[in-house]
Nanobody, 123 residues
Framework: QLQASGGGLVQTGGSLRLSCAASGRTFSSYAMGWFRQAPGKEREIVAG????????YHADSVKGRFTISRDNAKNTVYLQMNSLKPEDTAVYYC??????????????????WGQGTQVTVSS
């Protein structure tokens, strides 16, 4: 089970840190990803991280502003979001990928999903 938190309302240029806490003892065996979905748009990858945390991916739209990380001892994956823009406004979802040490870039690559947390960036 995945529980995302940390969303909220922030002004342009502000920062937020999203957290996704996982239950269970096998968190370290799941590659993790953050996705987002804005109204009327498809769900898109934001960032992904391998099981060890040694390999990460960030979409071009967030590269240099967002950072994904994980703490396997705490069963948690994070998304640090800096220099937020209005176009970052969306519901953000964390997802877990089973049986594969590497992250995927498509929603269908993932097996489990959190409930989503709203991020709203005002201009």
């Amino acid at each position: 089970q995945l529980q995302a938190s940390g969303g909220g309302l922030v002004q342009t240029g502000g920062s937020l840190r999203l957290s996704c806490a996982a239950s269970g003892r096998t968190f370290s065996s799941y590659a993790m990803g953050w996705f987002r979905q804005a109204p009327g748009k498809e769900r898109e990858i934001v960032a992904g991280v391998s099981t060890s945390g040694g390999s990460t991916y960030h979409a071009d739209s967030v590269k240099g502003r967002f950072t994904i990380s994980r703490d396997n001892a705490k069963n948690t994956v994070y998304l640090q979001m800096n220099s937020l823009k209005p176009e970052d406004t969306a519901v953000y979802y964390c997802a877990a990928r089973d049986i594969n040490i590497n992250y995927g870039r498509r929603p269908e690559d993932y097996d489990y999903w959190g409930q989503g947390t709203q991020v709203t960036v005002s201009s």
